[in-house]
């Protein structure tokens, strides 16, 4: 609610001041969907895929091997005794430990890249908006979010747009 009444407020104050600056024209657009569409968010994915494949199957091989253990140790439990099934539950749950770390790690490093690859990405698009907004007359550029724009008339959304020129400055851009 409190999110609604602020862009409430917000629309009222930018339509005073467009009666004092001239015509506002507004526009929106969905930057996920643009960085998702683009041919640099598909270069990303595919890099991160390449860089993180070996650590990915190496977790699937350790889960896989923690699922056997797993099946072993209940069709042998009855079987056991006391202290051969205490050693088995203890490395059953060393195992699972190793495996939950892994697998933490792995999304530590997961969302470190693709933090890399995002920043590096966003500060093309940034420019890319701007000067698609200065080129078009657009004096107010929203981000579609879900909870904040409900509805935008098609006319003024911009992603596809955006997108486009995204793949364009991304081609030209200095690369490091």
Known sequence: MRKFLAFALF?????????????????VFDPGEAVKNSEPG???????????????????RQEKDFIKMTEDFQKQAFALGPDARQDKERELRRKDFEL?????????????????KMNEI?????????????????TLLMAKVPGIVYFADGSTDITKTVTLE??????????K
């Open 42 to 60: 598909a270069e990303a994915i595919k890099q991160l895929e390449t860089k993180l494949k070996p650590e990915k199957d190496r977790i699937d």
């Open 100 to 116: 939950a770390e892994a697998k933490r790690m792995f999304m530590n490093a997961l969302n470190r890249e693709q933090g890399t």
């Open 122 to 138: 966003e500060k093309v698009l940034g420019e890319v908006v701007r000067d698609y907004c200065a080129k078009n007359g657009v």
């Open 11 to 27: 629309l009222l104050l930018m339509q005073s001041v467009a009666f004092a600056a001239g015509p506002v024209k507004i526009a």
């Open 166 to 175: 995204l793949n364009k400055s991304w081609k030209t851009r200095p690369k």
